[in-house]
């Protein structure tokens, strides 16, 4: 069965460092996903991205944040300079359209 | 705004009987709604969605109701299981979007 998959799965780094993570969606889905789950709260929405660009964004997704799908296969979501506050679960997820959301494992940031 | 509530942090049910969870939500415009099932550490693994055109969908164990009218959608497992025992999230998109957004979440517990 197809599967997004999320790299690192863990990555520890100190407040103010670059971190990428990475993401490999469903490969004949169109449509891309980043969600957050800070520990026992909600799922949160942060951006999708659709025909190459950004389709829709939250508030959450300031300028610190950015999302690219470099070569065809990978969507990376990019913070440049993390925050304590950035600590979480990160979840990519991809679809077809509207229907199911494929999520990948999850990559747990942690920002010291 | 929280557009998609989940009004119960927890529930917990007898192994055998029926779980009952419940979703609320504000906006007119979504159309096609979802629930996933959540393991601690893990992504979002989808059970079940429906389209506004239906008010019941059924797959096994799992069935989800819609009340359009009442803005409220619910999912009824029966049997429960003790593997059920997860966090439950509803999820909602439409209107022209989408993006997909997720309650707060139910910890369902089946006591054995």
């Known amino acids: 069965e197809p599967e997004v998959t999320q790299t690192p799965s863990h990555q520890v780094t100190q407040m103010g460092q670059e971190v990428i993570l990475r993401c490999v969606p469903i490969?004949?889905?169109?449509?891309f996903y980043w969600y957050r789950q800070i520990l026992g709260q909600k799922v949160e929405f942060l951006v999708s991205?659709?025909?190459?660009?950004?389709?829709?964004k939250s508030e959450i997704f300031d300028d610190q944040f950015s999302v690219e799908r470099p070569d065809g296969s990978n969507f990376t979501l990019k913070i440049r300079s993390t925050k304590l506050e950035d600590s979480a679960m990160y979840f990519c997820?991809?679809?077809?359209?509207?229907?199911?959301?494929?999520f990948g494992e999850g990559s747990r940031l942690t920002v010291l | 705004d929280q557009q998609v509530k989940q009004n119960s942090p927890s529930l917990s049910v007898q192994e055998g009987r029926i779980s009952i969870l419940n979703c609320d939500y504000t906006n007119s415009m979504f159309d096609y709604f979802l629930w996933y099932k959540k393991y601690p550490a893990e992504g979002p693994t989808f059970l079940i969605s429906i389209s506004s055109i239906k008010d019941k969908n059924e797959d096994g164990r799992f069935t989800v109701f819609l009340n359009k009218s009442a803005k409220h959608l619910s999912l009824h497992i029966v049997p429960s299981q003790p593997g059920d025992s997860a966090v439950y999230f509803c999820?909602?998109?439409?209107?022209?979007?989408?993006?997909?957004?997720f309650g707060t979440g139910t910890r369902l517990k089946v006591l054995a």
């Open positions: 490969s004949n889905h169109l449509y």
């Open positions: 991205f659709y025909n190459n660009e950004i389709s829709e």
């Open positions: 997820a991809s679809s077809l359209g509207q229907g199911q959301l494929f």
């Open positions: 999820a909602a998109t439409g209107g022209g979007t989408y993006k997909y957004i």
